[in-house]
Nanobody, 117 residues
Framework: QVQLVESGGGLVQPGGSLRLSCAAS????????MGWFRQAPGKQRELVAS???????NYADSVKGRFTISRDNAKNTVYLQMNSLTPEDTAVYYC???????????WGQGTQVTVSS
């Protein structure tokens, strides 16, 4: 079982930045992939960014060049640095983990990001 705890959400003005954190209950090297998803009101949950245990990253086109996913293996934590935020980035952001032996992913409870002036 993997427990994920997100933090770092909040209210920010357009053009501003936030850094989200996801602390995992076990070493990141034992997790095949960690990522960030988001869900805005009335919209489907979508992948924002992901990183594998070997360092391969993937980003949604809408955030490419603005968001950066990174890992701190010593802290068992994955970060999402979000720059140049727009109101369209407003959503609940969820941390996600996938382990190869498991048939299902793990999810954090989410952290709210609101981009508004």
């Amino acid at each position: 079982q993997v427990q994920l705890v997100e933090s770092g959400g909040g209210l920010v003005q357009p053009g501003g930045s936030l850094r989200l954190s996801c602390a995992a209950s076990q070493a990141l090297r034992t997790i095949y992939q960690m990522g960030w998803f988001r869900q805005a009101p009335g919209k489907q949950r979508e992948l924002v960014a992901s990183v594998t245990s070997t360092g391969t990253t993937n980003y949604a086109d809408s955030v490419k060049g603005r968001f950066t996913i990174s890992r701190d293996n010593a802290k068992n934590t994955v970060y999402l640095q979000m720059n140049s935020l727009t109101p369209e980035d407003t959503a609940v952001y969820y941390c996600n983990a996938v382990r190869i032996p498991d048939k299902y992913p793990y999810w954090g409870q989410g952290t709210q990001v609101t981009v508004s002036s």
